[in-house]
């Protein structure tokens, strides 16, 4: 079944279903496909044929279904009801493009997974799934309000781009780019589905992140995007926390505050658990703040405890390497006295106890983790389906690390990474996951100057002695720009806003798609 929504969108009902009484895995589920078209050409677009949507279960590709095109309303519809589609286990979408002929273009995007065995009786499980240019940065509009320093988080529904500052100052106006509906949601917008609720303080140097990245399915507020701390105006740092529950594909979603103590912190890190916690340290209040912030969001309540052990350093890299030990490496940012430093440490958190060691100086392992580190450190996973959770890291000295993790000895390290292929060297670039094997670096600074610049990165071979991969250069940001706005909306990558080379606040928004091939 399909219905037919305003230009630049398509709903289609990939999974069609009366919901049972009662649910059982393996009962018919009901799963709603909404399809956004981004800023393409007339051109690109007319040349579309026809599309595949291919289904993704338990992260085997299934058969490709073709889906029917109409270029000049913009919608896609099923040649024929799908059959046979899986309906127990973890299902995602991809979407491909062809022109005519039944040749493949490079348009396409992909959205999930999502759990199936999760879903509630007669609920209906929503995938969000952005069509823009594959390997190459495709525009999603400008921001209402042009900021740098901001976060940007997925949701269901679109986009969250909260905090920053523009050329007058800290930024508390959110800015939601309502993408399955098509228009934007400000703080002072009206109508249906533009009501935040009570929004959170201006800030900067705050952490953001949804908390369907890294949270068990079966975890309450999976869909919510966790905020807080950060720097408020005048500087004072800031300790709140606050949640944002999205609406669904039909609004945006509101702000409400969680009311626990917390250190106050700027430029903090997060990072969220399967066990539904979210651990939160380091940053600083004038000192680097230690120990570390675990908010546990329960089926009851929502939970906050300080952990006096931890590790400080502001504006350290954190992983969470996901593998069956569920651990956390942090790693990077600066030290006390201000100065860059090369400690990395592994995390596992059980509550109520942390558990803490050494990888460069030896605590974990019994030997030293040979980390070259520094103020700026950029890591990201690298979702390859191996135990060894790797992630590429770009240290502040040197040539780049592969991180490893597995849940038997040696458990952790760092390993010395053989690449092929150009790497631009800058400084502050940002490295985020790519897609299956694959990461991407993208922007930061030449000469102090913004770049445009992006690579990515594939994964060929990770072991106990070292690991292989290889560069590649993709299509540059349409404008070079630095603190921007960074994060993940699928396999891809979304950046919003940041400064431009004038270091003017920018409001631009794009998103890079992986081809998946």
Same mark, same amino acid.
């Given at each position: ?71 000049? @309303? ?22 491909? *493009? ?5 040749? *493949? ?106 908390? @369907? ?270 603190? *921007?706005?960074?994060? @993940? ?29």
């Amino acid at each position: 079944m399909t219905r037919q929504l305003p230009p630049m969108l398509a709903a289609l009902a990939a999974l069609a279903c009366v919901p049972e009484p009662a649910h059982l895995p393996g009962d018919v589920k009901d799963v709603r496909v909404v399809v956004k078209l981004a800023e393409l050409s007339s051109a690109e677009v007319n040349g579309i044929g026809s599309f595949s949507l291919t289904p993704v279960h338990d992260g085997a590709a299934l058969a490709p279904i073709p889906v029917n095109w109409s270029a000049s @309303a913009r919608t896609l519809t099923f040649l024929e009801e799908p059959t046979s589609l899986p309906t127990t286990g973890r299902l995602a979408v991809r979407l491909r *493009a062809h022109d005519v002929a039944g040749n *493949a273009l490079a348009i396409g995007g992909g959205a999930g997974p999502i759990d199936l065995d999760a879903l509630p009786v007669g609920a209906v499980a929503e995938l969000l799934v952005v069509v823009g240019r594959l390997e190459a940065p495709t525009s999603l509009g400008q921001l209402a309000r042009p900021r740098a320093r901001a976060t940007v988080s997925a949701t269901s529904s679109g986009l969250l781009v909260f905090g920053g500052e523009d050329q007058d100052g800290l930024l508390a106006a959110p800015d939601f780019l309502h993408l399955a509906q098509g228009r934007q949601c400000t703080a002072d917008a009206t109508g249906e589905g533009c009501v935040f609720g009570e929004v959170p303080p201006a800030r900067a140097a705050h952490v953001a992140l949804t908390l @369907a990245d890294g949270f068990d399915p079966s975890c309450p507020y999976r869909d919510a995007v966790f905020l807080g701390f950060g720097e408020a105006i005048g500087g004072a740092a800031l300790g709140d926390a606050w949640l944002f529950e999205p609406a669904g594909l039909d609004g945006a979603g509101a702000f409400s505050a969680i009311a626990t103590p917390a250190s106050p912190r700027v430029a903090p890190w997060a990072v969220a658990l399967r066990s539904c916690d979210v651990l939160v340290g380091g940053g600083r209040d004038g000192v680097i703040v230690d120990g570390v912030e675990v908010f546990h969001f329960g089926a009851d309540a929502i939970t906050h405890q300080a952990l006096p052990d931890g590790i400080a350093g502001a504006g350290a890299a954190v992983i969470a390497t996901r593998n069956a030990l569920d651990e956390v490496v942090v790693a990077g940012g600066v030290d006390g006295a201000g100065v860059a430093t090369d400690a990395a440490y592994l995390l596992s958190y059980a509550a109520p106890e942390l558990s803490l060691c050494g990888l460069a100086d030896g605590s974990c392992n019994g030997a030293a983790a040979a980390f070259c580190g520094g103020a700026e450190v950029s890591v990201a996973r690298i979702d390859d389906g191996s135990d060894l959770a790797p992630a590429l890291s770009l240290r502040g000295c040197g040539d780049p690390q592969v991180f490893r993790s597995a849940s038997a000895p040696p458990f952790a390290a760092f390993v010395p990474l053989a690449a092929s292929g150009a790497l631009t060297a800058r400084e502050g670039a940002a490295v985020l996951p790519f897609g299956p094997g694959r990461a991407v670096v993208l922007g930061g600074r030449v000469a102090g100057e913004p770049v445009a610049a992006v690579e990515a990165f594939t994964l060929t071979s990770v072991d106990d002695d070292g690991a292989t991969g290889s560069f590649g250069a993709l299509a540059p940001l349409a404008t070079a720009r630095t603190e *921007a706005a960074l994060g @993940a909306m699928g396999d891809g990558v979304v950046v919003a806003g940041g400064r431009g080379g004038d270091d003017a606040p920018s409001g631009a928004v794009e998103i890079l798609i992986p081809s998946f091939e």
